[in-house]
Structure formats: structure tokens, C-alpha cells
């Protein structure tokens, strides 16, 4: 009887144990800044701003709103912070995020998750012209009930316009960048034209793509080698949101060399490679 008893007395002390670890503890309980229902304004900056003493006293996170340099200053400055580490920091509830390394290839699409836009322009370039970036919240949609206007189709950009490359070497990466005002859903489909060839749908070999989808947004890049066959090539990512018409179509041209071909640039003569350009 002393033996069961033990027994249950200690079945209750580790049953104990478990409900404490599962109920929250005090403090732990704060929403995380994505539980926000609504868009929000948030502030990047490199951790070299605060460190040296490049922030203005007071920021205008949006039009008519200040937040003080010294408010960034408690919140951010922990003893991690280095010159080159990437900081988010929410206004509403005054917390500062460090963000990882390998996490900053996500940061476009975590953007858009806070404050409903999809940057075109890489945060990160920005950064390094400015000592902050105050990015305000998408505005909010006009109720439209039982509005027959019609869907705005997808806009876009294309961040490697045209270059060119020897085969079989490896290609500059090219970069679709798609958004819808509506906030659709969108999709890509990639196609391709050798020459005046007839349009071929996927990708010649070997070139691979990959493509992340986020709300009202979608992001696609082309890697990989350029083919074996000489000539100019199209590649086309037709988007679209299911609803509007036309599709947007953005278009790189890649024009591909044989082995034996050279570029000449200022008098000298160099292997087949050029880097990315805009096209007009």
C-alpha cells in the first residue's frame, strides 16, 4: 500500500510539471507582430544607424507621425547588435526584431505579409543609401459591394532585361517581379522563342526556374546555364491573376554565343559575357 501510494503521489508530481510547462507563462503571452489584423507600419534599418549615430532625433514613420531616435535606441540596442546586423522595428508595439542572415532572402515577402505592399525595389540596396526605411501600410480597400468595376490586371518588372553569355556558361540570374492592386492571387507560366522560332512552352536546357507566390504577389527567377544552340533568346513568364485580361507578359532576352566568339570592349578583346541591362 506504501508502494502505491508513492506511486500516485509521484504520477501527480510529474503531471504537475507537465501543465505548468503548457500553460503560458507570465509575459509570453504578447501577440507576435504578424497577428495584427490589419496592415501596419514598420521601420528597417541597419544596425550601423544606431551604432554611429546617424538617425535624425525624431523619424516621420508616415505622414504626420514621429517616433523618437532614442524610442529605436532602447528597443534595438541589445548587446547582439553589430554594425551589420538588419533590424525590424514595429511602431505599434514599440519591438525590435534582429533579423538573421538567412532570413534575408525572405524579407520582400515578409514586407508584404506586414504592411499589405510588395516592394519592387530591393530593401536591401535602399539601405545602403539611406540610414532607414520607413515603409507605411497598404490603404485599405473601398468597400465595393455589389460594384461591377472592373480587375486591374497584374504589373511588373523584369530586373535582368537582356545580356550575353557563351554556352554552356552560367547566365546572370534573371528576376520577374509581379503584383496585383487587387490583391489576386497570381500564377507564371514561363515560354521561351529561339530566333523566329515558333513559342515553345518551360525553358531550353538548362536553364531551371523557380517561382514564390505571396498575396497579390509573385516572384521568379531564371538560373542555370546558357544552351548549347547559338542565337537570342526569348524568355517569357506570362502572369496572371485568373481575372483581368490581358496577361502580363514580361520578357528577358538572352542572346547566347558559341564558344569560339569573342567581345570586343574598349579595344580589348574579352570572353562572351555581359552583365544584366535594362531594357527600354
Known amino acids: 500500500m506504501r508502494a502505491c501510494g508513492y506511486?500516485?503521489?509521484?504520477?501527480?508530481g510529474l503531471l504537475g510539471i507537465a501543465l505548468a510547462m503548457?500553460?503560458?507563462?507570465?509575459?509570453a503571452a504578447a501577440a507576435s507582430p504578424?497577428?495584427?489584423?490589419?496592415?501596419q507600419v514598420v521601420l528597417l534599418l541597419p544596425g550601423r544607424s544606431l551604432l554611429e549615430r546617424r538617425l535624425p532625433a525624431f523619424i516621420e514613420v508616415q505622414p504626420g507621425q514621429y517616433l523618437s531616435a532614442s524610442t529605436l535606441q532602447r528597443a534595438c540596442a541589445t548587446p547582439m547588435l553589430r554594425a551589420d546586423s538588419l533590424l525590424?522595428?514595429?511602431?505599434?508595439?514599440?519591438?525590435?526584431?534582429?533579423?538573421?542572415?538567412?532570413?534575408?532572402v525572405?524579407?520582400?515577402?515578409?514586407?508584404?505579409?506586414?504592411?499589405?505592399?510588395?516592394?519592387?525595389?530591393?530593401?536591401?540596396v535602399r539601405l545602403s543609401e539611406q540610414p532607414f526605411l520607413a515603409i507605411a501600410p497598404a490603404p485599405p480597400?473601398?468597400?465595393?459591394?455589389?460594384?461591377?468595376?472592373?480587375?486591374?490586371?497584374p504589373d511588373g518588372v523584369v530586373m535582368c532585361g537582356a545580356q550575353t553569355q557563351t554556352a554552356g556558361t552560367p547566365i546572370s540570374t534573371v528576376e520577374y517581379l509581379a503584383s496585383d492592386a487587387d490583391g489576386d492571387a497570381l500564377t507564371g507560366t514561363f515560354s521561351y522563342q529561339q530566333d523566329a522560332g515558333p513559342l515553345q512552352s518551360g525553358l531550353?536546357?538548362?536553364?531551371?526556374?523557380?517561382?514564390?507566390p505571396a498575396p497579390g504577389a509573385l516572384q521568379c527567377t531564371i538560373d542555370g546555364n546558357a544552351p548549347a544552340q547559338p542565337g537570342i533568346l526569348q524568355l517569357m513568364l506570362t502572369v496572371s491573376d485568373g481575372i483581368a485580361v490581358p496577361d502580363?507578359?514580361?520578357?528577358?532576352?538572352?542572346?547566347?554565343?558559341?564558344?569560339?566568339?569573342?567581345?570586343?570592349?574598349?579595344g580589348f578583346e574579352n570572353a562572351a559575357t555581359s552583365s544584366c541591362s535594362v531594357l527600354p
Do not use: Y
Not at 204 to 212: A, E, F, R
Open 22 to 27: 503548457l500553460l503560458p507563462r507570465p509575459g
Open 106 to 124: 525572405w524579407l520582400r515577402q515578409r514586407l508584404q505579409q506586414l504592411t499589405g505592399r510588395w516592394p519592387t525595389d530591393d530593401p536591401l
Open 248 to 266: 502580363l507578359q514580361l520578357t528577358s532576352l538572352l542572346q547566347v554565343l558559341a564558344a569560339s566568339d569573342r567581345i570586343f570592349a574598349n
Open 88 to 104: 525590424l522595428f514595429f511602431p505599434v508595439s514599440q519591438q525590435c526584431e534582429h533579423i538573421a542572415v538567412h532570413d534575408q
Open 7 to 12: 506511486f500516485v503521489m509521484r504520477l501527480a
Open 34 to 39: 504578424e497577428k495584427h489584423a490589419a496592415p
Open 204 to 212: 531550353p536546357s538548362p536553364l531551371t526556374s523557380m517561382c514564390t
Open 141 to 153: 480597400k473601398a468597400p465595393n459591394a455589389g460594384c461591377t468595376c472592373p480587375n486591374t490586371p
